[in-house]
């Protein structure tokens, strides 16, 4: 009994060892990539699991799905861009892994509760006033 209460628990040690590597790395993986086009099919085809596996695995592990994982990413990168640059807005978009312009507003005001604009408005470094005081100059 006490052997199959050890092995059992041993079994259970490298359940938690395996999902804590499979979340570390999903973590990193899209933290180094979130800039690009990302799908979970192909994610899952990278790291070797099955798509509906990967997809379960996601809502389970961070209480949300695929995309909006990568979207707290994208959005948290945009908030910085739009604090400490004067780039476009549709730039910012861009570089920040959005396809449309349209799907950014619309993922940025469900995230932060406000527009892009309004954000860059509210949370400003007068980044953009700065430079265009230098262009004067």
């Known amino acids: 009994r006490l052997c199959a209460a050890v092995f059992e628990q041993s079994e259970i040690e490298k359940i938690d060892e395996s999902y804590f590597a499979l979340t570390n790395s999903l973590s990193m993986y899209i933290q180094n990539n979130f800039t690009k086009k990302l799908k979970l099919q192909d994610i ?9 596996y990967l997809s379960s695995f996601f809502n389970r592990n961070f ?4 995309a909006s994982f990568v979207n ?10 739009l604090k400490n640059s004067d780039e476009d807005v549709t730039q910012i978009a861009m570089k920040c892994g959005f396809s449309t312009i349209r799907n950014f507003n619309r993922v940025f005001k469900n995230e932060t509760g406000q527009t892009p604009k309004d954000y860059r408005s509210a949370n400003s470094s007068n980044y953009g006033s ?8």
């Open 44 to 52: 899952a085809k990278e790291f070797g699991y099955d798509y509906s």
């Open 63 to 66: 209480d949300m799905d695929f």
């Open 72 to 81: 707290k990413y994208r959005i948290q990168f945009a908030c910085e861009l």
């Open 130 to 137: 700065d430079s265009k005081r230098r262009k004067a100059d």
